[in-house]
């Protein structure tokens, strides 16, 4: 019975599809129902005709990180603007502690970019610097040396420029 009790209060990554610019609103949201939420944002100088402004977008549009138990997690299909749960034969897809804190790393860098398709290059692993354990590929792009991490779940990567000297091949 005890065990029973320690896996319902088990928490699990998981990620949520937004309706289109609800990203914001969906992370405060789940906050005040007491659901910790992780959504990864780049600031974008943003031009209108009177003026400019540096704003946060999401890294992942449409994508919410969800940190919940499996039984609470039904609570967040009730806030407006959550679409459904990232699911891979119908049942959602936990995102590791690992791809995550890899995720939280990469962040550090404000230059962070998304890439639709990772280029292929070398696997490496970054050996010094803020990235450092994190296996990757590095790749050239525009003449520069970057590294990149795939996210499974998004289907999607991310990579940051690094210097050549920070990592050692796989």
């Not at 949520?16 to 405060?28: D, G």
């Not at 129902?33 to 992942?60: A, N």
């Not at 998304?114 to 450092?132: A, D, N, Y």
């Not at 296996?135 to 991310?158: A, C, D, M, W, Y």
Request: aromatic letters at 10%; one cysteine or more; charged letters at 25%.
């Amino acid at each position: 019975m005890r065990e029973l009790a320690l896996q319902q209060t088990v928490c699990s990554w998981y990620v949520v599809y937004t309706y289109p610019h609800y990203e914001k609103r969906i992370l405060n949201q789940s906050k005040k129902i007491g659901i910790h939420c992780f959504l990864p944002t780049k600031k974008v100088v943003k031009q209108w005709s009177d003026r400019r402004k540096i704003v946060d977008e999401p890294l992942f549009p449409n994508y919410v990180f969800v940190y919940v138990e499996e039984q609470a997690r039904f609570r967040l299909l009730d806030i407006t603007g959550v679409s459904r749960y990232v699911a891979f034969d119908g049942k959602p897809v936990v995102v590791s502690e690992e791809e995550m804190n890899t995720i939280k790393k990469l962040m550090i860098e404000p230059e962070v970019t998304v890439e639709r398709e990772l280029q292929s290059g070398s696997k490496v692993l970054i050996t010094e610097g803020p990235f450092i354990g994190i296996e990757g590929v590095i790749f050239q792009k525009k003449g520069k040396t970057r590294f990149g991490v795939r996210i499974p779940v998004l289907n999607h990567s991310i990579s940051v420029e690094i210097p050549a000297s920070s990592f050692s091949r796989i």
